[in-house]
């Protein structure tokens, strides 16, 4: 069951799941299939109404408006209509630039989003994977007095992962400026590391970097992998994050000193 009404912590965090139930003709995806997505869309929603605090927000680009019969059977209404809100629209054809369509559902959720208004953090979430320790997660950032940007380098740390980041609503205008870098050849992971450095040249303290591991359970939709963490693994997981966290500030200190040489 969900919290009641008037038992609702944590309600300033938000998080906005984003998702594309029938894909475009020209999106290189693995999972293609629009029932399987929505399925996984179904689950991922409901999973995060039933096993955290926060609100949720998801919208969807491909215009599907059916959405709701499939979530309001398993919810009261009252809880449902503090903590979740669906939005759709169609997006525009980007014709290859992987991501571009993410930046126009962050772009509608800011414009149209009710539950959105009141937030002093939101978490983007890619709408078909569950973050499994994501209270956890969010401890780290809950706890930070400032504005912030907080994500997680790819393995090879030549790119940004974008499954799952966070910031506060006053950089939601700085962090889609980054639209216009999306194309065949660069991708929302690269932009996404290019916004990154350029806001730890102008403050440091403003972009963290997760302290947990991100334990995802989900299907990929783009290429078609399996996320899940077995138990036996979350100890070398968090080992390996502390060997991450170590090469994050590495590079924290360069995009530093690279500021401190250009002044």
Not at 78 to 99: H, I, N, Q
Not at 163 to 192: R, S, V
Request: hydrophobic share 40%; charged share 20%; proline share 4%.
């Amino acid at each position: 069951m969900l919290l009641s009404c008037n038992m609702i912590p944590n309600a300033n965090i938000v998080l906005v799941l984003t998702g594309t139930i029938t894909p475009f003709i020209h999106f290189k995806v693995v999972a293609k299939d629009p029932h399987s997505r929505l399925e996984e869309y179904v689950k991922s929603v409901t999973w995060y109404l039933k096993n955290t605090p926060y609100k949720v927000v998801f919208c969807e680009n491909s215009g599907f408006t059916n959405f709701m019969q499939y979530i309001i059977p398993n919810f009261d209404h009252c809880e449902l209509d503090k903590r979740f809100e669906y939005l759709t629209f169609v997006s525009k054809d980007y014709g290859g630039g992987a991501g571009a369509g993410e930046c126009d559902i962050l772009r509608r959720v800011q414009k149209e989003s009710r539950l959105i208004r009141n937030a002093s953090i939101i978490v983007k979430c890619t709408g078909r994977l569950i973050l499994t320790n994501l209270t956890t997660v969010m401890r780290q950032l809950k706890k930070s007095n400032h504005s912030f940007f907080a994500g997680d380098y790819a393995i090879d740390f030549r790119s940004m992962t974008t499954t799952f980041f966070a910031f506060t609503p006053d950089l939601y205008d700085a962090l889609l400026t980054i639209q216009p870098l999306i194309n065949k050849d660069n991708y929302i992971e690269l932009a996404i590391m290019h916004f990154v450095h350029s806001q730890i040249r102008k403050d440091p303290s403003s972009v963290l970097f997760f302290n947990h591991p991100l334990l995802i359970s989900g299907r990929s939709g783009h290429y078609g992998t399996v996320y899940d963490t077995p138990l036996w693994k979350i100890p070398l997981r968090y080992l390996y994050r502390l060997i991450r966290i170590l090469k994050w500030h590495q590079i924290k200190k360069i995009y530093q000193k690279s500021n401190d040489y250009s002044q």
